[in-house]
């Protein structure tokens, strides 16, 4: 079974601080993985992607992710958070090998205070 | 840009009724997919379209329909409203199915009373 786990539900920071969002995922062969926001009331949103080369990879507004294969992690980070920030944040991952749709983890809420 | 457009925003619904929700995209992308999220669940997959005149079944496909009308549109059907049922329905798309972004509407919430 493929899986994709956010052992977080929820995490609060306030404004200036560093977050990491977790994402572990359980999958056969090579992998893509992806990372989207979900602004309330809102679609999500792309941030950014893995699926080879270099394991750390720049997204929007200076989120980044690191891809490790020994610990099947795909962890967010953002080194300062703004109000902006607030949101819900998706891990995703899908076959590299294609035909399949992503699937997407159960999400981990930001909450950043001033 | 494109843009995905989700119709209606809000359906309310009785118990037992038949619910179309539609999808339309201006992308021009290959593929779209219909999610359902529910507080504390994430996004499960319902239907998706690998191209025009394909339909998969995702993980959460019983109690729903789709059809792929055209390659601009996607439309998803709930067969039989269950009492109290409450859920935002996403629509999303993308240029292929694997490796690419995805694309998404605002989302239809259901409220069945």
């Known amino acids: 079974t493929q899986t994709v786990s956010q052992s977080d539900a929820h995490v609060t920071v306030f404004e200036g601080d560093s977050v990491e969002l977790r994402c572990n995922y359980s999958y056969g062969g090579s992998i893509y993985l992806s990372w989207y926001i979900q602004h309330h009331g809102r679609g999500l949103q792309f941030l950014l992607k893995y699926y080879s080369g270099n394991p750390v990879v720049q997204g929007v507004n200076g989120f980044e992710a690191e891809f490790s294969k020994s610990d099947s992690s795909f962890h967010l980070r953002k080194a300062s958070v703004h109000w902006s920030d607030s949101a819900v944040y998706f891990c995703a991952a899908s076959s590299y090998q294609g035909g399949r749709a992503l699937i997407f983890g159960t999400g981990t809420t930001v909450s950043v205070s001033p | 840009g494109g843009i995905i457009t989700q119709t209606p925003k809000f359906l309310i619904g009785q118990e037992g009724q038949k619910l179309t929700l539609k999808c339309q995209q201006n992308f021009n992308h290959d593929t779209m997919y219909w999610y359902r999220q529910d507080s504390g669940k994430g996004l499960r997959l319902i239907y998706y379209?690998?191209?025009?005149?394909?339909?998969q079944k995702g993980d959460l496909s019983e109690g729903y329909d789709a059809s792929r009308e055209k390659k601009s549109s996607f439309s998803l059907t709930v067969t039989s409203a269950q009492k109290n049922e409450m859920a935002v329905f996403l629509c999303?798309?993308?240029?292929?199915?694997?490796?690419?972004?995805?694309?998404f509407g605002a989302g239809t919430r259901l409220s069945v009373l």
């Open positions: 999303a798309s993308s240029r292929q199915i694997s490796q690419n972004t995805l694309y």
């Open positions: 379209s690998i191209t025009e005149n394909d339909l």
